[in-house]
């Protein structure tokens, strides 16, 4: 599938997205009120926004810690950092008024979904991402990852870079 196409199918998943979850939150929202009055279902998703704000600050300065033991031992905090991202998409889940975001905000915040979460995220990633080391392959006569010979340095044809 070609840049362009993948790029108008997430704007097209997104644009679908932003039209039936406010639909669907206020269905929620209209149900579970029906069960439990007004106030009380206010005060529901008001509880579940605190808690939400409190398990993102928790969660979040925990997973910088991490990021930042990691980096003092000169390793890099490859899956620290995605923790870090899935605590921030949680974050903006939880900001969204309705019971359906909070709760799949709620799962990204807890440990053991979180890492599920990882894991796809990693999956899905790792065949989009090209890396290229500098400095072990090159020189005169020797090959670089990508089959061709080169200096040190020479980027690879046709993509961006990235180095994790």
């Known amino acids: 599938m070609a840049t362009g196409a993948r790029r108008l199918d997430v704007v097209l998943l997104v644009g679908l997205a932003l039209l039936i979850i406010p639909i669907v939150e206020l269905a ?3 149900q579970v009120g ?3 009055g007004v106030w009380p279902t206010i ?3 008001i509880l579940v926004s605190v808690l939400g704000a409190w398990l993102v600050k928790h969660e979040g300065i925990a997973t910088l810690r991490r990021v930042q033991g990691e980096l003092a031992e000169g390793r890099l905090p490859g899956s620290h950092l995605v923790d870090g991202a899935l605590i921030l998409v949680a974050g903006v889940l939880m900001l969204i008024p309705g019971f359906l975001t909070d709760a799949l905000g709620l799962l990204l915040l807890l440990p053991p979904t979180r890492a599920g979460a990882r ?4 999956r899905r990633l790792r065949g989009q991402v ?18 061709r010979s080169g200096a040190v340095g020479e980027m690879p044809p046709g993509g961006d870079v990235i180095d994790i």
Not at 119 to 122: A, D, E, F, Q, T
């Open 28 to 30: 929620i929202i209209i």
């Open 34 to 36: 029906s069960w439990l």
């Open 43 to 45: 005060g529901l998703l």
């Open 119 to 122: 894991s796809l995220v990693v």
């Open 130 to 147: 090209h890396t290229y080391t500098f400095g072990r392959y090159g020189g005169q006569g020797t090959t670089n990852p990508y089959g």
